[in-house]
């Protein structure tokens, strides 16, 4: 876990699980913006400061979450993250300024310039999601399942996800380390009329179990996550770099 | 490999691989024929002089395929024989102003007159990476040669972005090296079409590769088929190597379809840690992008994927993210990009690490 010394949009500390290595910088956490404070409005570019650099002094731009829940709606889209020295240097986009609950959440890997490496792909382990019933039921279209010791990366793509409005949904997920506890945004193919971004749910993934709480009200028939997907890196672990 | 040195239509030596036995012989090659040469046009039958110590003189009839080079590659299947050690295949002469005449030559041919036993051959499914999926499906997998006739629900299409591409058979042996015609008719026939729109694929080391022509719409697709037959032990897979894929702007040529503004990519490190930013414009993002390397390296490996998340925007959507799959291919010295959910954006920017990935497909969306 690291911890910021200070940052120029207001919010202080920031706390995000980190797996540091000279190949890769994995970063995983989350924090609300208050995107009326006066430091974030006058910020060019969100930007971090943690008290000792990384191991990679400046990493190639890698992606991060911005995610705004506005009433029971939830849109979420992709924002620049790049490290440079001791700073996380995020992209600011306005697109959500004024409009609900605005989050950033980071499941980013960061890699610097290319050195030399084996070129072939890592083996996938096995993943499988299940719904509790059939009327809740969940269908992988593809997916990719890197796990290394410390950090792992995973993409899902779904054929199918049916959820119950507006409540807690519980899914199984098995082949994601034990170790593996992170909030990150399912994102889908559409959109909420009036938010910019794609429409999200925020998942929460623990003990082998997916949850998340879709668009709609308690006691709606249920809905889908249409054609769903997530790509997100990850730290294992709970205290992952013994120097921070 | 065999080497046929004389033929009757004007073409230079031609080569087959083979297997053969008494009963059974497989030939898989291709020739182009120049419809302009006056020993085509004299010729009643095209007829290649197979090697005297070829094992089977007189076969019963099997096929061959011509494909032409006319509007979205028209052609269609021939009669092909073996008679008198010659190579016979039946001359068509409907494309012979929209020359040259590919033949592809990917048959088993079987004894004339067999009056043994028949046995029923063992078949199995085929089952495909991201992108294919068989609909009628038998792979038969011999010890010196395959044979695969299999139409596809869901097939690489020009109207998908499709050009080059690499696609996985899971089943299939790493040593078939088999040059494929494939049925890319999708069902949208033009009216006095003459013959079907075919193509060319190469199945090499376990991999489908083709390269569709992106002018061309209503290109393969679902409906999509292939038969062939072709021996074994042709192709050794090479062990990839240790190396980094550095590319930029200007190290790339585009696909057709795209108006790329900017490329920086990088792959290396341990576990094919990659870095992928990349801007580009187009009607409809989802139709996929392509890109071609001058040189493919060496150390990486015949095809390989990677996942990434992109941003773009229409009118009247905007920031909207979609699962975006990165894939290379030796055999077509490109880089392709695929929309899996097939949003539309006009204006994409890609900015994000990734892993050279293992992707498992399950299932259809």
Known sequence: MITSISTNFGVNPISLKCYDSERIVVLQGMFALDTANEDYLAAEQLEITFPDQFSIPASKPTTAFLVCQKDDLQSGTIIKAQIQGNKLILEKLSIYDGIGNVKVVLASGFVGDASEALLSPKPSGKITISGKDYTYSASISQYANCIQDRWGMFFLQMSSWNYAPGVENEYGIKGLPADLNIDVPIFTSYINSGLDGSECAMAHIENGKITFTGKGQEGESKKYLHRAFMKFFFVRGENDIAEY | ?????????????????????????????????????????????????????????????????????????????????????????????????????????????????????????????????????????????????????????????????????????????????????????????????????????????????????????????????????????????????????????????????????????????????????????????????????????????????MPVLSRGGTYGKRYTVAPQIVSFSEYNKSISLHNLIRSTTMETSIFDASIISDIIYVSDI
Not at chain 2, 108 to 132: K, M, N, P, R, S
């Open chain 2, 1 to 305: 490999m065999i080497t046929c040195t004389k033929n009757n239509f004007g073409c230079g030596p031609i080569e087959f691989q083979d297997y053969q036995s008494d009963r059974l012989c497989v030939l898989n090659g291709k020739f182009v024929i120049d419809t302009a040469s006056e020993e085509y046009k004299a010729a009643e039958r095209l007829e290649i002089k197979l090697p005297d110590a070829f094992r089977i003189k007189r076969s019963a009839v099997s096929t061959a395929i011509l494909i032409s080079s006319s509007e979205q590659n028209r052609g269609t299947v021939l009669r092909c024989r073996i008679d008198k050690g010659f190579l016979c295949i039946e001359k068509l002469s409907n494309w012979d102003e929209e020359g040259p005449l590919t033949i592809i030559v990917a048959s088993g041919f079987t004894v004339l007159g067999w009056h043994g036993q028949f046995t029923e051959t063992d078949y199995e499914q085929a089952t495909f990476g991201t992108g294919i999926v068989p609909e009628s499906n038998r792979l038969v997998v011999k010890e010196d040669f395959v044979y695969a006739s299999i139409s596809f629900s869901t097939f690489p299409s020009t109207n998908n972005g499709y050009g080059p591409f690499s696609i996985k058979i899971n089943q299939m042996p790493k040593d078939v090296d088999a040059i494929v015609p494939v049925c890319l008719q999708s069902g949208t026939y033009i009216k006095g079409q003459v013959g079907s729109w075919l193509g060319e694929a190469r199945i090499q080391g376990g991999y489908i590769s083709m390269n569709l022509n992106e002018d061309f719409s209503n290109y393969g697709g679902k409906g999509s088929f292939l038969i062939f037959f072709a021996p074994r032990h042709q192709f050794i897979p090479r062990v990839p190597g240790v190396g980094k894929i550095v590319l930029s702007t200007d190290d790339v040529t585009c696909g057709n379809k795209t108006n790329m503004q900017s490329l920086l990519l990088g792959i290396g490190g341990e576990s094919g840690i990659s870095s992928l930013e990349l801007e580009f414009i187009q009607d409809n993002s989802f139709e996929g992008i392509s890109f071609y390397l001058a040189e493919y390296p060496d150390y990486a490996k015949y095809e390989m994927k």
